[in-house]
């Protein structure tokens, strides 16, 4: 098969150059940058059309390139973005499809460019092995992201938890399929409470769900009433808390929140954060509730998520564990305790139509 040689003064005129030849789906074999100095830059890019048997193309201990082959539409992407600097990655097809694949995924730019560095992919050239980069990548992302079952003890000391996050996030439901599982899977005796210090109501939502699985429920206004719950909820081996509110950076509700969890209660709490939600509310809402110490954070929505760069970027920004995803409205099944490599596969797995991805790992 023929291979086509592109030149041109900048990488964006090269690959302007690949588009109109060869059309939207062509795939990228290799980028250059053949000479440097002010005003004599010359890039090269080697394309074939979309859909072509790559293969042949590629000598053989490295025929698993073609997982790493990097779609013009990736190229594209990445030199439309306002801050693109990705002349030094030109002699590195699989550091720029692995950047592309990143920055698709939502990883910020500058976590994205450290991941590349650090599994050692900026000092790849085109003939490194790819799955010793996927490899990389893998073990990397493992040392990233951590997990934590807070449910999980050695003894059998009471175990009470809160759940805190932003109206809508899906507490109250995480808390009533949480209830439903430790009881009938695990066989704990579970006690709700649900503090709703602005009498908006949200006992009611809770109360039925309690109501269903038979089992106590109370409404806690004031610390007192947070102290009568736990006495009559004694027995329970398990207390898991609801917290409502009015307004999502309301910093006084949140002060509430820490005067009635505060002291020397045991009450360990746990940030709910939605992974569709735009970036910027992410990192709001987790310093906003950073005053309350959670522990661990509880994706949500991971169903209604395209993306999941913003799971790493948060992990990585404030570093805690996962303790548990949800992936659904149903009550109580759609919840998984964090897996690492389930995470991992949901960021990694091609849901990109038009750009090349990794294959995902065996659970
Ligand atoms: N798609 C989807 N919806 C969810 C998930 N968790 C909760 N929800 C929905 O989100 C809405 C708000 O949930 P709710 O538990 O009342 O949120 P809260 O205000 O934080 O207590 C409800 O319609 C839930 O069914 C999830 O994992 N996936
Ligand atoms: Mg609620």
Redesign the pocket.
């Known amino acids: 098969m023929q291979n086509n040689l592109y030149r041109a003064k900048s990488i964006k005129q090269a690959t302007a150059k690949v588009k109109d030849s060869l059309g939207p789906d062509a795939m990228i074999i290799s980028t250059k940058k053949l000479s440097q100095g002010a005003g004599h830059n010359l890039f090269e890019i080697t394309a074939v059309p979309g859909g072509s048997d790559i293969s042949s193309n590629i000598s053989d201990p490295f025929t698993e390139v073609n997982d790493q082959l990097m779609n013009i539409k990736d190229l594209i992407f990445l030199l439309n973005r306002p801050d693109s600097s990705i002349e030094h990655l030109m002699n590195n097809s699989i550091a720029l499809s692995l950047y592309a694949k990143l920055i698709r995924e939502g990883i910020d730019e500058p976590l994205a460019r450290n991941i590349l560095q650090e599994t050692g992919t900026l000092k790849n050239t085109f003939h490194t092995n790819p799955s010793n980069v996927k490899q990389n990548l893998i073990k990397k992302l493992m040392q990233i992201i951590d997990v934590k079952d807070p449910f999980e003890t050695k003894d059998n000391s009471r175990i009470i938890a809160a759940f805190i ?10 808390i009533a399929k949480l209830a439903a599982q430790l009881m009938l899977k695990d066989g704990k005796r579970v006690g709700l409470i649900s503090i709703d210090t602005y009498r908006i109501g ?1 006992i009611e ?1 809770l109360k039925t769900y309690a109501n269903i699985l038979g089992v106590p429920c109370f409404h806690a206004f004031k610390r007192k009433d947070l102290l009568f719950a736990f006495r009559k909820l004694e027995a329970s081996d398990v207390i898991l808390i ?1 917290t ?1 509110g009015r307004s999502q950076y309301d910093n006084s509700r949140i002060e509430e929140l820490k005067t009635m969890l505060a002291g020397d209660l045991a009450i360990s709490s746990h940030l ?1 954060l939605s992974v569709g939600t735009i970036q910027s509310e992410i990192i709001k809402t987790a310093i906003s509730f950073s005053p309350l110490n959670f522990q661990t954070y509880i994706f ?5 998520a395209e993306r999941f760069g913003s799971v790493i970027n948060q992990i990585t920004k404030l570093k805690l564990p996962i303790s548990y995803i ?4 149903n009550v109580p099944e ?2 998984e305790r964090a897996n690492k490599k389930h995470i991992i596969n949901l960021l990694l797995k091609n849901k990109h139509r038009n750009s090349k991805s990794f294959k995902v790992l065996e659970n």
Do not use: C, H, N
């Open positions: 996050g932003t109206t809508g996030v899906g507490k109250t439901t995480t949200a939502q609801d409502a709910l949500t929505k991971i169903d209604e949800t992936t659904g409205q759609d919840i």
